[in-house]
């Protein structure tokens, strides 16, 4: 039985969720509130990166390693500002996740 206390503290809009398919990341851009946790999926039949910079220059701040088809990777932002990431793998997959304060 759900008390209302377990009601308050479950909060939906906690994380987002950003598609790996055909080789391009979806949404390319996403905005969030910082304390979000994105979660990516990767939807194709390869292995993918999601990889904090700029192809050639990886930033440091997260970087999955390779993951294949059907699985997830997530990680929490906490810090504003913004992240562009690419996959080690497929130097023309980029995308970015801008983080706002929350
Ligand atoms: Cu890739």
Redesign the pocket.
């Known amino acids: 039985m759900l008390s209302s206390a377990m009601l308050s503290s479950a909060r939906a809009d906690d994380t987002a969720e950003v598609s790996i398919k055909l080789?391009s990341f979806n949404p390319k851009v996403l905005e969030v509130p910082a304390g979000t946790t994105v979660v990516w999926t990767n939807g194709d039949a390869i292995e993918?990166?999601v990889t904090n910079g700029v192809p050639g220059k990886p930033g440091g701040v997260f970087d999955s390693g390779f993951f294949t088809e059907g699985q997830k990777w997530s990680f929490e932002f906490t810090e504003p500002g913004e992240y562009p990431y690419f996959?080690r793998?497929?130097e023309s997959?980029t995308g970015v996740v801008k983080v706002t304060a929350p």
């Open positions: 080789f993918h990166s996959c793998r497929h997959m």
